[in-house]
């Protein structure tokens, strides 16, 4: 069972910039960020295949978010530009040990793994 932390968060003025990570336990087959805020759905925001595969990022917050890897610290990091007040969230990772795709936030394994979660909150 894989288990994974986030860390990162804050606050940022919009314009601004933040990393997030994702700290997996151990070696893991696919990493996804997604969001959430107040009384919104939780939404998928970026994900990867781990060891340098495929990545995804929703048309969302393309052209300000990537997603990288540390294969060594088993990490995934979004790095998140050009903030807006709505990107304001509660930013969750998601990892799997076996399967799952990018282009499906992971979902389609079998077995997935939420984080805690990391505040994000961006103000004008």
């Known amino acids: 069972q894989v288990q994974v932390v986030e860390s990162g968060g804050g606050s940022v003025q919009a314009g601004g910039s933040l990393i997030v990570s994702c700290a997996a336990s151990?070696?893991?087959?696919?990493v996804a960020w997604f969001r959430q805020a107040p009384e919104k759905e939780r939404e998928g925001v970026a994900a990867?295949?781990?060891?340098?595969?495929?990545?995804y990022v929703a048309d969302s917050v393309k052209g300000r978010f990537t997603i990288s890897e540390d294969v060594v610290k088993k990490t995934v990091y979004l790095v998140m530009n050009s903030l807006q007040p709505e990107d304001t969230a509660m930013y969750y990772c998601?990892?799997?040990?076996?399967?799952?795709?990018?282009?499906?936030?992971?979902?389609?394994?079998?077995?997935?793994?939420w984080g805690q979660g990391t505040q994000v909150t961006v103000s004008s």
């Open positions: 998601l990892a799997t040990k076996v399967g799952g795709s990018p282009h499906r936030f992971c979902q389609t394994a079998l077995s997935k793994t």
């Open positions: 151990v070696s893991t087959d696919c």
């Open positions: 990867v295949y781990s060891g340098g595969g495929a990545s």
